[in-house]
């Protein structure tokens, strides 16, 4: 098993939007032990997104360095998966197949592929709907299947964004429970992002705390709750005000969770953030 | 039970719709042939039609002639396809291809598809090869320009999941590219298949005259025999909507993941 240790050293990020230069990260430092489960909090456009897609390997043209087991990350990897923030489903695949997509390049046997898919989708609640197509899913559905999508190949890191988000609160809860449990079954490293501060705190053994404009952490919270963690845990409550604080120190108030499939919102006052940063 | 009953009834709706105006058509063409409306000789009442159709089919060189346009048509339309898919995938997918073909394509197809027809004449002759590609080539315009917008709209987020699961540029173009541009590329053949026959007979027109449909409603002209001339136009009609209606029901097949 790969031993799943992150670094990342001064990670910073300048988008051009429109010709004017945005900084979506900067000054990015978080070192993950192997097996660790780290939680990402902040408010929205604070580059959450950004820098697990830096982690994944999908953004490669950004300062500092992204490492992963002592090698830099220069691309994409099989050790490292990622589960989008939308679902990205393939619309011409039934669920199964889209699920199925995960072990694509796994060099596993026919059997072993249709056995862990067809795992996955029961993890994931969704038996029955194997032969649906995308369209025929709700967006929570959807969600699901990606999630099983990013599960199925269990990579030695695996990152998440907002995965549960669009998730009623019953199904959450038990794909919380599912995925805490196959992370510290496999040892499996996890970098999850969320807008929800008690699912940050319950998941994490760390919470990290991110203020945008420019996007960078403000605050890492160590929750060291041992597991399994009842969620009204004092000790939990106690790290959960903390986080609360924390963003809300931020000056940016606190995060509101979003639907799924709202829209991003438009770019706020690029120019004052251009100005505060100068020519960087 | 009420769905279906409506369904079959829309359905025997519409084909009544669509059966009204040729039928009506028909009465007309046999009311002036025998009313003595137009002279029988321009235009032969349905019967004599009936039985030229018979005669030419039995002893002429009516299936013959059908087996040849045919043929033509669907080697130079499977050639034109294949190309076609071909060459607008590799369009679509390299940057540098783009460069280096993507101007020619794009002046050459603007070409009326009968100009080409004296350039063809004179690299190919006059005989069956220049016909193919001829055919080929109407059928390979639409298929490459479907196929290269369709691999053009790829979605770029499901490219990055590709990347993601480190697939190979080949897995991209196959899993990704290729099932994107599918309903382009549907519609690309389904328009190759019509523009294909009508080059057919295109070909036969203004090529060298041979086995054919083409080549019957010439021999028909020549001879003044205005009912081998109405046959041959029939039948055209009739392959060319058969074709119209194998495709349109292939696309509804091989699109079902769209939905309604
Ligand atoms: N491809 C891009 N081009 C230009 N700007 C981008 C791009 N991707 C992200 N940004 C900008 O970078 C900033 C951070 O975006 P990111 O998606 O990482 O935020 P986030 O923290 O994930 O937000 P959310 O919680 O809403 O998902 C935003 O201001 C966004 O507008
Ligand atoms: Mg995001």
Redesign the pocket.
């Known amino acids: 098993m790969a031993n799943g240790e992150l670094g990342l050293q001064g990670i910073a990020?300048t988008?051009?939007?429109d010709g004017r230069l945005?900084p979506?990260?900067d000054g990015i430092d978080l070192q993950v032990t192997p097996g660790e489960f780290i939680t990402i909090v902040?408010?929205?456009?604070?580059?959450?997104?950004?820098?697990?897609?830096i982690i994944a390997g999908l953004e490669t043209d950004h300062a500092g360095a992204a490492v992963h087991d002592g090698k830099t990350i220069r691309g994409p990897s099989l050790a490292r998966g990622l589960v989008f923030?939308e679902p990205r489903l393939f619309p011409w695949l039934t669920v199964e197949a889209n699920v199925a997509l995960g072990l694509e390049n796994a060099g596993l046997s026919r059997d072993a592929k249709r056995a862990a898919v067809s795992e996955h989708i029961a993890l994931v609640g969704l038996t029955g709907f194997e032969n649906a197509y995308p369209r025929q899913l709700s967006g929570g559905m959807a969600q699901r299947a990606a999630i099983a999508r990013g599960l199925v190949n269990r990579p030695g890191v695996l990152l998440l964004?907002?995965p549960f988000g669009a998730l009623d609160a019953f199904t959450r809860t038990h794909l919380q429970e599912e995925l805490q449990g196959i992370v510290a079954r496999e040892g499996i490293t996890a970098v999850l992002?969320t807008?929800d501060v008690d699912e940050a705190v319950y998941l994490g053994d760390r919470v990290v705390v991110?203020a945008?404009?420019p996007?960078r952490i403000t605050r890492i919270v160590a929750v060291d709750e041992p597991r399994p963690r009842s969620r009204t845990a004092a000790a939990l409550l106690h790290k959960r005000e903390a986080v609360l604080a924390a963003l809300d120190s931020g000056g940016r108030g606190r995060?509101e969770p979003?639907r799924l499939d709202a829209p991003?919102?438009?770019?706020?006052q690029?120019a004052a953030?251009i100005a505060l940063q100068g020519a960087a | 039970m009420l769905s279906e009953f409506a369904m079959s009834r829309t359905t025997a709706t519409r084909i009544r719709r669509g059966l009204t105006l040729p039928v009506l058509l028909l009465i007309v063409w046999e009311a002036a042939s025998h009313g003595g409306l137009v002279d029988p000789r321009f235009l032969p009442p349905l019967e004599r039609l009936a039985g030229t159709a018979w005669r030419e089919a039995t002893e002429g060189r009516l299936l013959g002639d059908l087996a040849a346009s045919l043929a033509r048509d669907l080697v130079g339309f499977a050639i034109g396809t294949v190309l076609g898919l071909g060459f607008g995938t590799l369009l679509g997918v390299s940057r540098g291809a783009e460069r280096l073909l993507g101007p020619i394509f794009h002046a050459a197809k603007q070409v009326a598809v009968l100009a080409w027809i004296p350039i063809i004449s004179v690299w190919f002759g006059f005989a069956e090869t220049a016909k193919i590609v001829f055919v080929a080539l109407a059928a390979f315009i639409p298929v490459a320009l479907n196929t290269l917008e369709g691999v053009r709209s790829a979605s770029v987020q499901l490219v990055e999941v590709g990347r993601a699961l480190r697939f190979s540029r080949w897995q991209i173009v196959r899993r990704i590219f290729l099932p994107s541009a599918a309903p382009a590329i549907l519609t690309g053949v389904h328009l190759a298949l019509i523009y294909a026959w009508l080059a057919t007979v295109a070909a036969e027109y203004f090529m060298t005259v041979g086995p054919g449909i083409g080549g019957l409603i010439i021999a028909g002209r020549e001879r003044f025999q205005m009912d081998l001339v109405m046959l041959g136009v029939v039948i055209l009609g009739c392959v060319g909507f058969a074709l119209n209606q194998a495709a349109t029901a292939i696309e509804a097949r091989a699109l079902r993941w769209r939905g309604a």
């Open positions: 990020k988008f051009r939007v945005l979506a990260l902040g408010a929205s456009g604070c580059g959450k997104s950004t820098l697990l897609r923030q964004d907002e992002v807008h991110m945008p404009r996007g995060p979003r991003d919102e438009p770019l706020r690029p953030a």
